[in-house]
């Protein structure tokens, strides 16, 4: 099977690469580098499954040449990251948006099955747990920035469905909660590779807030499992489909593990929201989700420990000397 993989440079686009090639697939990636790396793919050059090129989703007739050449496509590029979105707004719209409709048009045109990313960023500020696919949304006013990502997502979702119900594309979204794991970057806020670089280096470790937020965290080798999985499903197709991992913990305790895991001299300091995103920023005070449509369709759920996630990303930061 020939797998197209938009975003392939990026953390989890690279590590589902690496998969695919290990599985026989041939894989075609598609990254503009904006947030991915040319050292995340490098290791794959020569090897003879493997081709990328270089330029925006939005270009419409690359995009067009590679659908129609192949069977699949995961489309995971997009804006990533809090931070980063907060900072480039209008960009982050656009690529999620106008990104993700020229590869739902061009694969209705060629009907090949493509497997959506969005995140649970789009569940909003909810604090009961699970979170269930078709739960309702909870979002703030749009003078707070941080929605519109979930909105864009959420535009996505929509999208896509209208599409497999209209069109009847087979098509799959997959909402990601807080994947972790080597290649991941802390340069647009995710807090994981942050607290690790910061415990390295013994510099402070900076809890935003009071710390009492929670995330459940995924293990990027169980997310790439579950998608390659899906791409093989027979069932699924408009569906929206959780994928995330089952230990919930606390930013403040988040922030403790790592510290001594790393056997770190660093202080843990809280900063304030407005210091950490500028005025108008609202977290997500808790985010864990139900994975039993995950399970009923393909048998599987992330369940790599959380401790042994972080001495995996630990190990990853360690050979690269931070
Ligand atoms: N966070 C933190 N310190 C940091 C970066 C993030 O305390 O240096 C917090 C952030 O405010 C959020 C949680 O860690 O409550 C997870 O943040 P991340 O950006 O990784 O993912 P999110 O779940 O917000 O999309």
Request: hydrophobic share 40%; with cysteine; proline share 4%.
């Amino acid at each position: 099977m020939k797998i197209l993989v938009t975003g392939g440079a990026g953390f989890i686009g690279s590590n589902l690469c690496d998969l695919l090639l290990e599985k026989g697939e041939e894989v075609s990636v598609i990254d503009d580098l904006s947030t991915g790396s040319l050292d995340n793919i490098s290791h794959l050059f020569n090897n003879p499954g493997f081709n990328y090129v270089i330029d925006t989703i939005l270009n419409e007739q690359l995009m067009e040449d590679l659908i129609s050449s192949c069977d699949c496509i995961v489309h995971l590029a997009a804006a990533v990251g809090v931070k980063h979105v907060l900072e480039n707004p209008l960009s982050s719209i656009e690529t999620n948006i106008l990104g993700t409709e020229t590869a739902l048009k061009l694969a209705n045109k060629y009907k090949k099955k493509i497997l959506v990313a969005s995140t649970s960023e789009v569940y909003g500020k909810h604090t009961h747990a699970p979170l269930k696919e078709d739960d309702n949304l909870i979002y703030g006013p749009p003078s707070t920035m941080r929605w519109s990502y979930a909105a864009s997502k959420l535009v996505d979702e929509f999208t896509a469905l209208a599409y497999h119900r209209t069109k009847k594309l087979d098509t799959i979204i997959i909402r990601c909660f807080n994947t972790i794991g080597p290649r991941q970057t802390g340069m647009y806020g995710m807090v994981v590779p942050r607290f690790i670089q910061q415990a390295l280096r013994d510099d402070p470790i900076t809890v935003y807030g009071d710390g009492k937020q929670t995330r459940t965290f995924t293990y990027v080798g169980d997310v790439v499992e579950a998608i390659y999985r899906l791409i093989k499903c027979k069932k699924g197709s408009g569906e929206v489909v959780n994928i995330g991992g089952t230990e919930e913990i606390s930013i403040a305790d988040l922030a403790q593990k790592i510290k001594e895991l790393i056997g770190s001299n660093s202080e843990i300091v809280f900063i304030p929201y407005d210091q950490a995103y500028g005025k108008d920023f609202e977290d997500m005070m808790r985010r864990v989700p139900s994975l039993e449509k995950l399970e009923s369709l393909i048998d599987f759920v992330p369940k790599t420990p959380l401790d042994e996630i972080l001495q995996h990303t630990i190990e990853y930061f360690r050979a690269r000397a931070v």
